[in-house]
């Protein structure tokens, strides 16, 4: 084939068959899709299982309270010992 007919027929719409216009924009369909699957889902937490939420289990904080206090004891039973 001669340039002029590769030319007419990747450019021309009129010719049957796909032109490059259409492979290139299936392509960039292909594409769009497969990145929208992929990245548009957000993982929740840690192997897609929800993260637990320390304000609505009372147990955890009052876990930190008492590591609070005893922090706060430690501290002063140091400055004790100086």
């Not at 590769?6 to 021309?12: A, C, K």
């Not at 010719?15 to 769009?32: A, C, F, H, S, V």
């Amino acid at each position: 084939m001669r340039e002029e007919e590769i030319f007419s027929r990747l450019y021309n719409k009129g010719i049957k068959g796909k032109t490059y216009e259409d492979i290139k924009q299936n392509n960039l369909k292909k594409i769009l899709e497969y990145n929208l699957n992929t990245f548009s889902q957000r993982p929740i937490g840690i192997h897609r299982h929800k993260l637990p939420k320390f304000s609505e289990n009372e147990e955890k904080n009052d876990f930190w309270k008492f590591m609070k206090i005893i922090v706060k004891i430690q501290n002063f039973l140091v400055k004790l010992n100086i």
